[in-house]
């Protein structure tokens, strides 16, 4: 199974460090990224449109939040999935988030497992469209 690249905004550098590690080891992922703010989020984005198939966003950051990534037209470009994961996933929170397009709203304090499923599953549909777009 190929790795899913994936960018991840998070602006604790322990979660930050503790979320890779669970994810390169637990699920297809190779980190090729990472923000603690919303400028910085956003500009690597738009200078690397086609550097990530996941993008993972905390919504509280050092600067600016995760609802301003999510709605930045330079997220939209990128094609890339694009999840939540947050302490403060309420039900508003979660339906904001999907207004604004998430793919998935996770919360960090007990669906990481649901996220290492979802990350396994894109990681299996994408290898699937690729064999069948080369029709293996």
């Known amino acids: 199974m190929s790795k899913l690249k994936t960018y991840i905004v998070e602006d604790s550098p322990v ?10 080891e637990l699920a297809p992922v190779m980190v090729v990224g990472t923000a603690d703010t919303e400028a910085a989020a956003t500009y690597w984005l738009g200078r690397n449109v086609d550097g990530c198939d996941l993008v993972i966003i905390d ?6 939040s995760g609802l301003g ?6 997220l939209k470009l ?20 999907l207004e604004l ?3 998935r709203v996770f919360d960090k304090s007990n669906e990481i ?5 979802y990350c396994t599953r894109q990681a299996d549909e994408r290898d699937a469209g690729t064999r069948a777009a080369s029709g293996r």
């Open 15 to 24: 979660i930050r460090e503790n979320l890779i590690a669970t994810l390169e």
């Open 59 to 64: 919504i509280f950051l050092k600067n600016g």
């Open 69 to 74: 990534v999510l709605a930045s037209p330079t």
């Open 78 to 97: 990128t094609g890339a999935k694009v999840v939540i994961l947050s302490n403060y996933a309420t039900a508003d929170m979660r339906r904001k988030c």
């Open 101 to 103: 397009g998430a793919d």
């Open 113 to 117: 497992d649901s996220l290492v499923s």
